[in-house]
């Protein structure tokens, strides 16, 4: 018998997939509590978040298609962020999740907030793990060149020794070209630099070609508050302080922002939600205690 969980009025299945012009993003539903759609894997970001926070939140993880188990080719330059936009609203209505929390992680969390922008009427509140604020662009270098000189001489030197022995990930034939580097780049995702994250990668479906226009096409030149320096739904920010890649000292800038709080957790790197769960769960906890809105 399958069982069933309450999203809503009406029982979803606790797994599940969705098609999406011919594409299959699976679900998976796991926790209790207020609703939180969480973007980018069914199977990576189940592994990231504490059995506590279960208790809280009914979190549904949903693949976007880059990470899709079945994906229906698309023509990169017809694959566009309302392309994207148009999928998780979908997902949102055949869920029948009416105003969930909306939470992604690195640039998930960036198309949360696009999502949320065109559709603040859908969203209760945002969650943003780690998300750049700016992205591919030269202020975006800048602000990583920075803050990779803070960092201590046993870290950059294991990022050069990590580099120098790539081909040694190679001999993983499980492994692809896009995990490989992600796994030498320990020492600027994670706060313990010799972080061995290969287990998070199993059992990944990975679209290399369609992963790779969302940073270096879609996301070229972003800037989050480019436009307008406001939020769609009050936001919660996570940032850690050993997250080089998408580095805490750019949201310096947006404290300011009403309805937006930025957290920094100094124990964690890119994901702090997984570094440093118990700081994460009782800070984005307490943020939801003030009721939502």
Request: net charge neutral; charged share 20%; hydrophobic share 40%.
């Amino acid at each position: 018998m399958l069982a069933l969980a309450l999203l809503g009025p009406h029982p979803i299945p606790q797994t599940g997939n969705i098609q999406v012009d011919g594409t299959i993003l699976h679900y998976v539903v796991e926790g209790h509590g207020t609703p939180c759609l969480v973007i980018g894997s069914s199977v990576y970001y189940p592994r990231t978040f504490s059995k506590n926070l279960r208790q809280h939140l009914q979190l549904t993880f949903v693949d976007m298609r880059w990470f899709s188990p079945k994906l229906k080719p698309i023509k990169l330059t017809d694959f566009t962020l309302d392309v994207v936009v148009r999928d998780i609203d979908l997902v949102r209505k055949r869920l029948k999740l009416e105003r969930p929390i909306l939470m992604g992680h690195s640039i998930h969390g960036s198309i949360a907030f696009e999502y949320a922008k065109r559709h603040p009427e859908h969203v209760s509140r945002l969650v943003l793990i780690g998300a750049p604020v700016l992205m591919t662009s030269p202020r975006y270098d800048e602000s990583t060149t920075e803050i990779w000189k803070s960092a201590s001489a046993e870290r950059q030197e294991l990022q050069t020794k990590n580099w120098s022995h790539l081909p040694d990930f190679a001999k993983h034939p499980e492994l692809q070209p896009d995990v490989e580097n992600y796994l030498a780049m320990a020492p600027k995702y994670w706060f313990n630099p010799r972080y061995d994250a290969r287990w998070l990668w199993r059992g990944m479906t990975i679209h290399s070609p369609m992963l790779h226009h969302l940073y270096d096409g879609m996301f070229r030149n972003y800037d989050m508050f480019g436009a307008s320096r406001s939020v769609p739904a009050p936001t919660f920010v996570a940032t850690g302080l050993c997250d080089f890649i998408v580095p805490h000292t750019s949201w310096d800038a947006c404290r300011d922002i009403p309805n937006l709080s930025v957290n920094l957790f100094e124990q964690a790197g890119h994901t702090p939600q997984l570094e440093s769960p118990k700081e994460f769960d009782q800070k984005l906890l307490a943020w939801l205690a003030h009721g939502l809105p």
